[in-house]
C-alpha cells in the first residue's frame, strides 16, 4: 500500500465510497465530511500538491454524468466500500 491515502482508493488498497471514477480521475465522499455529501474529486494518478493537477485532470468530472453529483448529495453516512 503506498503513503498516499488518494493514491491507495484509487488502487482499491484502502476502503472509500466512489460515487463516480473515469480517467483521469475518480470522486468518492469524504470521510470526515464537513457537511453532507462532501465529495472529493481527485486525479488516479499521484499529485503531491494542487500545482501537480493539470487542466485536464480538473476538466474530466465536468463532462461525467451528473447522477454522480447527485448521489453524493443523497449518501449521508459514508460507508467503507470500494467500487
Ligand atoms: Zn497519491
Given at each position: 500500500m503506498t503513503?498516499?491515502?488518494?493514491?491507495s482508493i484509487a488502487?482499491?488498497?484502502a476502503p472509500a465510497t466512489?460515487?463516480?471514477?473515469?480517467?483521469?480521475a475518480f470522486a468518492f465522499l469524504a470521510r470526515?465530511?464537513?457537511a453532507p455529501g462532501h465529495t472529493l474529486v481527485v486525479p488516479r494518478r499521484h499529485?503531491?500538491?494542487?500545482?501537480?493537477?493539470?487542466?485536464d485532470d480538473l476538466a474530466a468530472p465536468c463532462c461525467w454524468?451528473?447522477?454522480?453529483?447527485?448521489r453524493s448529495w443523497s449518501s449521508s453516512t459514508p460507508e467503507a466500500s470500494t467500487s
Open positions: 503513503s498516499c491515502v488518494f493514491c488502487a482499491g488498497a466512489v460515487l463516480a471514477s473515469k480517467d483521469p470526515d465530511p464537513l499529485a503531491a500538491d494542487l500545482f501537480e493537477v493539470t487542466d454524468p451528473g447522477g454522480w453529483r447527485r
